[in-house]
């Protein structure tokens, strides 16, 4: 044995095997010499009855005085019972983030994954996942250990999103062409929302044991606040009436001024069929909305359209694809068209849902009314069945379906009840609408405005 200087190891030369050069003043500190030459300073100590060797680092990067020195360090370490060994194995086996949102993906896929109300996500849900993991959670963050990620990295993560460095023209399945990621602040709030459950689900898989992303401020998303206003509904009307002079957009025209009238979702209304709207009843029953299975009441203005549809109906959707068996598939790539470079290019189908929540709340209607109107799990519908004698549920669909009528076709009017019974209900909505042309007519007469 020898004292391990700088002019011992410089003179260690390699052999036919491996070996170690032992120090002579502390006891398990050594090097070790391979047979390519390289040289690496090491520490050799009992654990648990074993004998560990940990591994300091390589001569060059380390002089013996610098792996002396963390050797005694590492010596002291294990005397109160820590095993450096054994604790740099584990570092190297800890799981990365991306393959985290490998494992959280599989169980993902087979339906193991909780949404709302305790149910597995939906497919569509799930693409959304998908994007968010691979475009944004992966490429920012996907090197990292799980269990070195702190609420820094996570904020820094959250405004490079924001700042677009994830932004990307991907190749699409449901679009033709190419489509762009983005980023932006409501990108970003919903990645991390989905990083925090995804940590969440490290956290019960006994992972880590906190959530690093608990506590991180997010970008309010703006498009969540966006509503239209009175002149945004007319400039909407007549967007719509010239996009439907084009054969190719009728559909979609169609579409578009229904989640207008109900507040439904975008796939809610797209993937409608016919044996869940019941016009008997003024109501939709939707199998499978966010909240599972759903009861929308209807105004009458819904209600006549869906009745005139039918007549013409092809397969089980009521906006059919080609063929008549699939849902219409075009919508998404309609919808940018119909809105491009016009005063509505930043809305989305929320904006008209949110809308319609907004103009309920504007007409007097209360919260509980106005959540069992567009299916909020807090408001749903106590009852599995809607019996027409609901009459202030139907009242109010149609009270506030026929004023976003009147402002998509460019009329102001008052609001007004209505009767439960379907002529009654006809005879108060043509009052109704009447009294609004006279009332603009007036109006525009005396150069004053006259609002609901």
């Known amino acids: 044995m020898a004292k391990l200087t700088k002019r011992a190891v410089d003179a260690a030369e390699a052999g036919a095997k491996d070996y170690v050069i032992w120090d002579d003043e502390l006891p398990g500190f050594g090097l070790r010499v391979f047979t390519s030459g390289k040289r690496s300073y090491v520490l050799q100590y009992r654990s648990a009855g074993r004998s560990r060797r940990f591994t300091i680092g390589l001569h060059g990067v380390w002089t013996p005085e610098r792996a002396r020195q963390e050797a005694k360090?590492?010596?002291?370490?294990?005397?109160?019972?820590?095993?450096?060994?054994?604790?740099?194995?584990?570092?190297?086996?800890?799981?990365?983030?991306?393959?985290?949102?490998?494992?959280?993906?599989a169980d993902l896929q087979a339906g193991l994954i909780l949404g709302k109300g305790g149910r597995p996500k939906k497919p569509g849900t799930i693409a959304s996942d998908l994007g968010r993991i691979h475009r944004h959670i992966v490429p920012l963050l996907g090197s990292r250990r799980?269990?070195?990620?702190?609420?820094?990295?996570?904020?820094?993560?959250?405004k490079d999103i924001m700042a677009g460095k994830t932004r990307i023209s991907v190749m699409t399945k449901n679009l033709r062409g190419r489509s762009i990621v983005r980023g932006g602040a409501g990108t970003a709030t919903?990645?991390?929302?989905?990083?925090?459950?995804?940590?969440?689900?490290?956290?019960?898989?006994?992972?880590?044991?906190?959530?690093p992303a608990h506590?991180?401020?997010?970008?309010?998303?703006?498009?969540?606040?966006?509503?239209?206003?009175?002149?945004?509904?007319?400039?909407?009307?007549?967007?719509?009436?010239?996009a439907s002079k084009n054969e190719n957009y009728r559909m979609s025209v169609e579409i578009i001024r229904q989640i207008a009238l109900t507040g439904c979702r975008r796939m809610e209304m797209v993937t409608l069929r016919w044996d869940e709207a019941d016009t008997d009843c003024s109501c939709l029953r939707l199998k499978d909305s966010k909240e599972g299975s759903s009861i929308r009441?209807?105004?009458?203005?819904?209600?006549?359209?869906?009745?005139?549809?039918?007549?013409?109906?092809?397969?089980?959707?009521?906006?059919?694809?080609?063929?008549?068996?699939?849902?219409?598939?075009?919508?998404?790539?309609?919808?940018?068209?119909?809105?491009?470079?016009?005063?509505?290019?930043?809305?989305?189908?929320?904006?008209?849902?949110?809308?319609?929540?907004?103009?309920?709340?504007?007409?007097?209607?209360?919260?509980?009314?106005?959540?069992?109107l567009v299916g909020h799990a807090k408001g749903s519908v106590t009852s599995n069945y809607i019996?027409?004698?609901?009459?202030?549920?139907?009242?109010?669909?149609?009270?506030?379906?026929?004023?976003?009528?009147?402002?998509?076709?460019?009329?102001?009017?008052?609001?007004?009840?209505?009767?439960?019974?379907?002529?009654?209900?006809?005879?108060?909505?043509?009052?109704?609408?009447?009294?609004?042309?006279?009332?603009?007519?007036?109006?525009?007469?005396?150069?004053?405005?006259?609002?609901?």
């Not at 086996?93 to 490998?102: G, I, M, P, S």
């Not at 919903?190 to 959530?211: D, F, H, K, P, S």
């Not at 043509?430 to 603009?440: D, E, K, N």
Request: contains cysteine.
């Open 73 to 105: 360090a590492q010596l002291g370490r294990i005397a109160q019972g820590d095993d450096p060994a054994e604790e740099r194995l584990l570092d190297r086996k800890a799981l990365t983030v991306k393959e985290l949102c490998d494992l959280y993906l």
């Open 146 to 158: 799980v269990r070195d990620l702190t609420k820094a990295d996570i904020t820094r993560a959250m």
């Open 387 to 452: 019996h027409t004698l609901d009459t202030a549920l139907i009242m109010a669909a149609d009270t506030i379906s026929g004023y976003i009528q009147g402002l998509l076709d460019g009329i102001e009017f008052k609001q007004t009840a209505y009767a439960l019974d379907r002529g009654s209900r006809k005879a108060a909505l043509v009052q109704f609408l009447q009294g609004a042309s006279i009332s603009r007519s007036t109006s525009q007469n005396a150069g004053e405005h006259v609002g609901p």
């Open 297 to 372: 009441p209807i105004g009458l203005p819904v209600v006549e359209y869906l009745e005139r549809r039918r007549n013409e109906a092809i397969g089980d959707y009521v906006f059919p694809g080609r063929g008549g068996e699939n849902a219409f598939g075009s919508f998404p790539n309609h919808w940018g068209k119909i809105f491009a470079n016009s005063p509505l290019a930043d809305i989305s189908p929320h904006v008209l849902r949110h809308s319609f929540a907004s103009v309920a709340n504007d007409l007097g209607f209360t919260e509980v009314t106005i959540a069992a």
């Open 190 to 211: 919903r990645t991390i929302g989905l990083l925090g459950g995804i940590l969440t689900y490290a956290v019960e898989a006994g992972i880590i044991e906190t959530n």
């Open 215 to 242: 506590g991180v401020r997010r970008p309010k998303d703006n498009v969540r606040a966006r509503r239209l206003s009175e002149a945004e509904y007319r400039v909407l009307g007549d967007l719509l009436k010239t």
